[in-house]
């Protein structure tokens, strides 16, 4: 029960994050809030299916789309921070 609750903890503070870096990228225009953005938007979409996967279907095998999200998410910020840095 506690780990259920840190799985969701951990998917609304990453769902936070997305929301205030997105929104100071429209108020400011920095295309790297934008991309820190999208970043945790991956993230937090990687943890919702890890409550998903270990919670609420235990019998399916979601390693690979939550692996996935996360890598992409940290691609993301990659290119943000590499060809996007001023």
């Known amino acids: 029960m506690l780990a259920v609750a840190v799985y969701t903890l951990c998917a609304l503070t990453a769902l936070a994050c997305a929301v205030l870096l997105l929104r100071a990228h429209a108020r400011t225009g920095s295309r790297l809030l934008f991309w820190s953005g999208l970043c945790f938007a991956c ?41 996007e840095s001023e």
Not at 54 to 76: H, K, Y
């Open 43 to 83: 993230l937090s979409l990687n943890n919702a299916f890890i409550v998903v996967d270990l919670v609420i279907f235990p019998e399916v095998n979601l390693f690979f789309v939550r692996n996935a999200l996360a890598l992409l998410g940290m691609l993301l910020l990659l290119y943000g921070l590499v060809w």
